[in-house]
């Protein structure tokens, strides 16, 4: 099979992870006999630097003719005084929309051979810890009304939390399905008792539920859930969530796999096309040196492999070939301890590839 993907390496130690991730890719497919264009555009920072502007419309245009897109990671404290309009993120929630990705998926995997860099005590993550976080990605005050005004205790500033009935089922859908393929259990995460939206959510969600009766359903308000996640991580299988509780609650599980660098992500839509990112950020400190963590955008690669090409196969293979060389003690200095391996990006891409 041929394959049509847009490369936004972008700023930091993105261009250098995504190096890793390409590599993987290219021995993917020289082992299963597919092939895969690579079409590079910019966008974030550089493009600023190159265009004076975070989301040039010619990296619109080739993402949107393309099967999917990859994203390294976007900012930089060289851009951190720009007007928010301006800023390198804007790449990401343009794109986003642009785009029409909906969901975002995040899973929060912890690996047995990283328990020690958990924060959390053993006894709690004993049984592992596999949480798939299903974040609304469009709308919420992210995207409503903002802006500011005049008022008799001086100057104020709103953003407006605003939701419809299809933005909630699209994503409560998308949960559900997602929670089919897994564990069946399904938490939806919002602030029912105190905002109106949130309410409109739950309901929006109780109806979809009744479409898949073989899903638990269960609801938890944002702030016990977030205790919840701490308390007892291993009884969550698939959170669904609005946009900005989502930000929140998956930065959150994430450091329960003991560094932000193993966590990829997926944007997707209503068809095949979708966006695949790792969640951490540029790291400008560290670009450049070969110290970065390219595990979590190569596992991104992987879940673009699943969820827009729809090769399991492959994609569970590079899962495979990570847990391989985790088991074997090789690691990054982000989650580096005593006794095991030190490498760097180059090296830890090799041993991947080396293992698929």
């Known amino acids: 099979m041929n394959f049509k993907i847009a490369v936004v390496a972008g700023d930091g130690i993105g261009p250098e992870v995504m190096e890793e991730n390409i590599k993987v890719l290219n021995a993917v497919g020289e082992k299963y ?18 265009y004076g502007e975070p989301l040039p419309q010619e990296t619109i245009d080739v993402c949107k003719a393309s099967d999917s897109v990859l994203l390294g990671a ?16 804007r790449a990401l929630l343009g794109l986003r929309g642009a785009l029409g990705l909906y969901a975002n998926l995040r899973p929060a995997t912890l690996h047995q051979a990283l328990a020690g860099a958990c924060p959390l005590k053993p006894e709690l993550v004993a049984d592992g810890v596999d949480i798939m976080v299903v974040r609304e990605l469009t709308g919420g005050m ?4 903002k802006g500011r005004k005049q008022t008799d205790m001086g100057e104020a500033a709103y953003d407006v939390e605003i939701y419809s009935e299809k ?19 399904l938490t939806n995460v919002d602030k029912q008792n105190v905002l109106e939206s949130s309410r409109l959510w739950r309901s929006v969600v109780n109806k979809v539920a009744e479409d898949y009766p073989e899903v638990t359903l269960d609801h938890l308000y944002v702030d016990n859930a977030s205790m919840q ?5 291993t009884t969550f299988d698939v959170i669904v969530t609005s946009n900005i509780f989502g930000d929140i609650l998956s930065d959150e599980a994430s ?19 979708g966006m695949y990112e790792p969640v951490h950020g540029s790291a400008p400190d560290i670009a450049g040196k070969d110290i970065a963590n390219p595990i979590a955008t190569i596992l991104s690669g992987a879940m673009m492999l699943k969820y827009s090409f729809g090769l399991d196969k492959e994609a569970k293979d590079i899962e495979d070939a990570v847990t391989k060389v985790l088991n074997e003690g090789y690691r990054t200095a982000d989650i580096y301890s005593e006794g095991m391996k030190k490498v760097g990006t180059k090296e830890m891409g090799r041993l991947i590839i080396e293992r698929l």
């Open 229 to 233: 996640l701490i308390m007892r991580p």
């Open 142 to 145: 992210y995207f409503g009304e």
């Open 33 to 50: 006999g597919h092939s895969f264009e690579y079409n590079y555009v910019l966008g974030g920072g550089c493009a600023i630097d190159k």
């Open 255 to 273: 450091q329960m796999t003991g560094s932000i660098g193993m966590l990829p992500s997926a944007s997707l839509g209503d068809g095949s096309l």
């Open 167 to 185: 933005e909630v089922e699209r994503i409560a859908r998308r949960g559900f399905e997602i929670a089919m393929q897994r564990g069946k259990h």
């Open 74 to 89: 976007v900012g930089g404290w060289q851009w951190d005084t720009l007007p928010g309009d301006k800023r390198p993120e």
